[in-house]
Nanobody, 116 residues
Framework: EVQLVESGGGLVQAGGSLRLSCAAS????????IGWFRQAPGKEREGVSC????????YYADSVKGRFTISSDNAKNTVYLQMNSLKPEDTAVYYC?????????WGQGTQVTVSS
């Protein structure tokens, strides 16, 4: 079973930056697509960004384009989400997801709070 451990969340003022990390315990890390999702109180979980470890292709939600950058270090089995120019509406629990059909794994989540 794949285990995902997120870290890097915290409290930051609007306009600030945070870098989230997702460390995966999996031998075939390069075969997985790794995504970041977030869930704000009272809202549904939404996709933020994802990266294909096999070819490096990336995806960003419109709400974070130009502010967030996803990257992967296959040697460390770790995916990062660099979040710049944070806004109060970015406040949420951020979850890491690893997908390789038919397997789908989730981390425990890390809280990001952006104060105005």
């Amino acid at each position: 079973e794949v285990q995902l451990v997120e870290s890097g969340g915290g409290l930051v003022q609007a306009g600030g930056s945070l870098r989230l990390s997702c460390a995966a315990s999996v031998f075939t890390f390069v075969d997985y697509a790794i995504g970041w999702f977030r869930q704000a109180p009272g809202k549904e979980r939404e996709g933020v960004s994802c990266i294909s470890n096999s070819d490096g292709s990336t995806y960003y939600a419109d709400s974070v384009k130009g502010r967030f950058t996803i990257s992967s270090d296959n040697a460390k089995n770790t995916v990062y989400l660099q979040m710049n120019s944070l806004k109060p509406e970015d406040t949420a629990v951020y979850y890491c997801n690893a997908f390789l059909s038919p397997f789908n794994y989730w981390g425990q989540g890390t809280q990001v709070t952006v104060s105005s």
